[in-house]
């Protein structure tokens, strides 16, 4: 029987390390090509050395290793290593792929290591095994999903800066921009105003009009003018904003 | 403004009615000359109810504005519930029982009139208490209620303050490096643990404060850096620079130190060669200065993720010292995130 080869991919190199000594310890016969201390290196170690095992820590910088077994797509068994993470062991229940906690026990790499062996020798690769896969890699990425905007890059001057969405008191379309008010500054983005409401989080941000977005924490006082439009009025700013009839009723109960 | 309570003002009317019948068998069995039951009871219950009627209403108006159960409520309702049970009596005399129009004023009234002092001022005097210790009830429920959740709110900013300084996952990815540094290097293992021993007793103990001193948080902050940087070896360094010259600085806990963790999770440890962390302090006029620089990604992609412990951070400073603390957030040349916080002295 031709020898088992592996490699690891870790970021820290201490637990890259202590995996290889573990592995030495717990299968001798292992024979390990090399550490990849990054996702990048990963991969390309995977291709050149073609292993039969990869063991792939999550988070590494450069590519992680969700993305690092999928572009290697079935070229070795993948076993993730992960810290604490509850999303992503519910993935792993699933035994197309197989997974350590950190810390690394012995006793859970043994349980690992008699899978891995009885696998190896099935030469498991029907298309159902290749599905299985698939699916648990996408849920694992799809943790990673996009979340409300929460800073708004703004360009003054030369300077590039990340505006907290909570320091915002509104947005107001002004022509082609979109003024971004704080209670000191007021900057300009490209942005429209129809993109932001649906970037940022309905629980604090309120479109009062057509052309205006509020942050409702920020507002000191809903009045009516003599015409009976509804008018905000705001803690850190004089400046007021008009409520559109078509968005009164988000104030009702107040 | 307040509402007429149906099921206590429906219990005090029947509660009413039995003093009624009661009374009108004292009355019959032992007062009147020539007991008809029947007339004595129709009586007292119109009496009785009609006075209850008025008291429950002018102690409503007085509810409205204010003074609970006044006296002057409870004896403007019952002259009003006497004149109106007299009206009522005359009535049913007049009417169901035959007596003439002159039996009004001699009889009906005078005996309303006293029956209705005797017995209506100690009953009222009856409710009236009973309703104070309904409301002292509903009092020391509220406070209860409120004291309650006063402690729960207590206990959750406790939780998430600790749980921003311990997140799991730096927890566990910490210990787990430390169980491999036993097979690799225990002296390095015996160094880490003393820091994280120390990191988690200043958190622990700081989340019962609402400030401690800067150099505590650059103390916590080094311990932190130390732990990240046995984890990460050559790829992170950092510089903490203290020019402020004073061991006391009041500062708020939760400031920094989120800052950094940012830097660590979304600028350093996603670069394949890794960073520097610079933290510089110093005082300017009136104010003090701390800049936070890492050479790290940068802001683009993650920069929802990041974004939460920035906006905590910039909300507790808002929350801390209104508007005149700021945190303004820039891209640093050539790579990475400088953040600027600006508090008074």
Same mark, same amino acid.
């Given at each position: 029987? *031709? ?10 190199? &201490? ?9 030495? +310890? @717990? ?28 063991? @792939? ?44 906690? *950190? /810390? ?5 790499? #043994? ?10 020798? #099935? ?10 896969? =698939? ?13 409300? !905007? ?41 942005? /429209? ?8 989080? /309905? ?6 009009? +057509? ?44 | 403004?307040?509402? %007429? ?21 004292? !009355? ?19 009496? $009785? @109810? ?10 409503? %108006? ?30 049913? %005399? ?47 429920? #509220?406070?209860?209620?409120? +004291?309650?959740?006063?402690? *729960? ?13 311990? =997140? ?19 002296? #390095? ?16 103990? +700081? ?31 950092? *510089? ?8 006391? %600085? ?11 963790? &940012? ?35 940068? !802001?683009?992609?993650?920069? $929802? ?38 508090? /008074?002295?």
């Amino acid at each position: 029987m *031709k020898q088992v080869t592996a490699i690891i991919a870790d970021d820290e190199e &201490n637990l890259r390390i202590s995996i290889c000594l573990l592995l030495e +310890r @717990l299968w001798p016969e292992l024979k390990i090509l090399g550490q990849a201390q990054n996702g990048i290196e990963a991969v390309s170690l995977i291709e050149n050395e073609k292993p039969d095992i990869a063991f @792939l820590d999550i988070k590494m910088p450069g590519l992680s290793g969700v993305a690092v077994a999928k572009k290697v797509s079935n070229a070795c068994k993948i076993v993730f290593i992960t810290a604490y993470d509850q999303f992503a062991v519910q993935a792993f229940e699933s035994e197309a792929v197989d997974y350590i906690l *950190k /810390p690394v026990t012995q006793k859970r790499l #043994k349980t690992t290591i008699v899978r891995l062996k009885k696998q190896l020798i #099935k030469q498991d690769r029907s298309p159902e095994f290749d599905l299985k896969m =698939e699916k648990v890699l996408q849920v694992l990425e799809n943790k990673e999903i996009p979340d409300y !905007l929460r800073l708004i890059k703004v360009k003054t001057g030369s300077d590039l800066r990340f505006v907290p969405v909570s320091q915002v008191i509104y947005f107001k379309a002004e022509d082609k921009y979109t003024i971004v008010q704080t209670a000191t500054n007021e900057f300009l983005i490209k942005t /429209p105003i129809k993109d932001l409401e649906n970037d940022l989080d /309905p629980k604090h941000f309120w479109r009062i009009h +057509r052309s205006a977005i509020v942050n409702i924490e920020k507002i000191e006082v809903i009045k009516r003018s003599f015409t009976n439009q509804m008018i905000i009025g705001f803690d850190q700013t004089d400046h007021t904003l008009a409520v559109s009839r078509s968005y009164e009723h988000l104030f009702k109960q107040m | 403004m307040q509402t %007429l309570n149906l099921k206590y003002t429906g219990r005090r009317f029947i509660i009413t009615a039995i003093f009624n019948s009661a009374i009108a068998l004292v !009355l019959t069995l032992m007062v009147i000359d020539k007991p008809d039951f029947f007339e004595v009871f129709i009586i007292s219950q119109l009496t $009785g @109810l009609s006075i209850c009627f008025f008291v429950t209403i002018a102690i409503h %108006l007085g509810d409205q504005k204010g003074n609970k159960w006044s006296a002057t409520g409870i004896v403007t309702g019952l002259v009003t519930g006497i004149f109106s049970a007299s009206l009522l009596s005359w009535g049913f %005399l007049f009417f169901f029982q035959g007596n003439d129009f002159s039996y009004f004023l001699k009889d009906v009234f005078s005996y309303i009139f006293v029956f209705g002092i005797v017995f209506g001022v100690p009953i009222s005097y009856f409710f009236s208490s009973r309703q104070k210790i309904i409301e002292s009830e509903k009092q020391i429920q #509220k406070e209860k209620i409120k +004291r309650l959740t006063m402690e *729960k709110e207590a206990a959750m900013t406790t939780l998430r303050l600790l749980q921003a300084q311990i =997140e799991p996952h730096f927890l566990f990815n910490t210990l787990s490096n430390v169980v491999s540094l036993f097979d690799i290097d225990i002296e #390095k293992a015996r160094l880490m643990l003393i820091d994280i021993n120390e990191y988690l007793r200043i958190s622990l103990e +700081r989340t019962r404060q609402e400030m401690i001193t800067l150099a505590q948080e650059l103390d916590l902050i080094r311990r932190y850096l130390e732990i990240f940087k046995i984890r990460m070896g050559d790829r992170l360094s950092y *510089k903490i620079n203290d020019q402020t010259n004073k061991s006391d %600085l009041s500062f708020p806990p939760l400031i920094i130190q989120p800052l950094v963790e &940012n830097s660590i999770k979304y600028g350093i440890e996603p670069t394949v060669s890794g960073g520097t962390i610079t933290i510089d302090c110093w005082i300017e006029k009136n104010s003090l200065e701390i800049v936070i620089t890492d050479t790290g990604k940068g !802001l683009d992609e993650d920069a $929802g993720k990041a974004g939460i412990g920035i906006n905590n951070v910039s909300q507790r400073l808002e929350s801390i010292y209104g508007s005149t603390a700021s945190l303004i957030l820039k891209q640093n040349h050539p790579t990475g995130i400088k953040a600027l916080i600006r508090v /008074p002295l």
